[in-house]
Nanobody, 122 residues
Framework: QVQLVESGGGLVQAGGSLRLSCAASGRTFSTYAMAWFRQTPGTEREFVAAISWSGSSIYYADSVKGRSTISRDNAKNTVYLQMDSLKPEDTAVYYC???????????????WGQGTQVTVSS
């Protein structure tokens, strides 16, 4: 069992940066692939980025590629999402997720956090 808690969201102006964190409980954190998704009201959850258990494989959605960096610290049971050059369209609730495979489909992830709101003003 893995419990996930996101933090670091907030209100930022367009062009600014935020660093989201996802703290995990459970001794098996280092064995899971981790991902970030985001969701706005009335839309499906959208893939943002994912990282393998070792950190050796990383994938980004085209919408954030070049502006975001996912990383993890297995010693701290934490995964991060650094977001730069933020745009108003990045506004969403951001969720972290843990799963056994490095994929972009939300339904294939087993554990989810409660989400953290990111709002980018123009």
């Amino acid at each position: 069992q893995v419990q996930l808690v996101e933090s670091g969201g907030g209100l930022v102006q367009a062009g600014g940066s935020l660093r989201l964190s996802c703290a995990a409980s459970g001794r098996t954190f280092s064995t899971y692939a981790m991902a970030w998704f985001r969701q706005t009201p009335g839309t499906e959850r959208e893939f943002v980025a994912a990282i393998s258990w070792s950190g050796s494989s990383i994938y980004y959605a085209d919408s954030v590629k070049g502006r975001s960096t996912i990383s993890r610290d297995n010693a701290k049971n934490t995964v991060y999402l650094q977001m730069d050059s933020l745009k108003p369209e990045d506004t969403a609730v951001y969720y972290c997720a843990a799963g056994e495979r490095l994929l972009s489909l939300p339904r294939l992830y087993d554990y989810w956090g409660q989400g953290t709101q990111v709002t980018v003003s123009s």
